[in-house]
């Protein structure tokens, strides 16, 4: 088990309305990147957050959108919910940004949209 | 951009049996590459990773994979399967833009039969 952890496990919600899910990262780590994994897909990066700002995005509408706090711990929300968005939502911390740094996933929030 | 191509969807093997999954990567330079496992309501697990060093790479519980250059592939091996090695692995890349974005494969589900 990583030290990562996610809150809520799982939601249901209705198209249009908005959600917000949270992620705790590993002591010490700086660094968190969200991914969102559809059924039977492969994760697909979202974003990630360095020392509290956006360090990068993926091809993701600006309905996601994310804030990290002064302790690291993250949230990810997501408005105006479509069908489309039902899905295993990860996150993962890091030491720090850039390539040697190993990302740890914590368990995803699934969450599903009807 | 880089991406990786998982070969199989499904491997099916029998307890104590070899076992290997494909995967095959499409990079413009030297990439970093992961294996990762997901077991079922877990986290992702880093496995291995490829990092310009040796080019076979030993991982933890007895995977090992090799970068082969000319044949742009990264397989993952192991001698001797286990029960509990059941789950879906990702080959993944890392796509270099100033920090650290995971790019994962559509995933091998990995069955395992006594």
């Known amino acids: 088990e990583t030290g990562v952890t996610q809150s809520p496990t799982h939601l249901i919600k209705t198209r249009g309305q908005q959600v917000t899910l949270r992620c705790s990262s590993q002591s010490g780590h700086n660094t968190v990147s969200w991914y969102q994994q559809a059924l039977g897909q492969g994760p697909q990066f979202i974003f990630q957050?360095?020392?509290?700002?956006?360090?990068g995005r993926g091809n993701f509408p600006p309905r996601f959108s994310g804030l990290q706090f002064p302790n690291y711990s993250s949230e990810l929300n997501v408005n105006a919910l479509e069908l489309d968005d039902s899905a295993l939502y990860l996150c993962?911390?890091?030491?720090?940004?850039?390539?040697?740094?190993?990302?740890?996933f914590g368990p995803g929030t699934r969450l599903t949209v009807t | 951009a880089q991406s990786v191509t998982q070969l199989d969807s499904h491997v099916s093997v029998s307890e104590g049996t070899p076992v290997l999954l494909r995967c095959n990567y499409s990079?413009?330079?030297?990439?970093?590459l992961f294996w990762y496992v997901q077991h079922p309501n877990k986290g992702l697990q880093l496995l291995l990773k490829?990092?310009?060093?040796?080019?076979l790479v030993k991982g933890i519980n007895g995977f090992e994979a090799e970068f082969k250059k000319s044949e742009t592939s990264f397989h993952l091996t192991k001698p001797s399967a286990h029960m509990s090695d059941a789950a879906e692995y990702f080959c993944v890349v890392s796509d270099q833009g100033g920090f650290q974005k995971l790019v994962f494969g559509t995933g091998t589900r990995l069955l395992v039969s006594p």
């Open positions: 490829y990092t310009s060093a040796a080019t």
């Open positions: 990079s413009s330079y030297s990439p970093s």
């Open positions: 957050y360095y020392r509290e700002e956006e360090n």
């Open positions: 993962a911390s890091s030491l720090a940004t850039g390539e040697n740094y190993e990302q740890y």
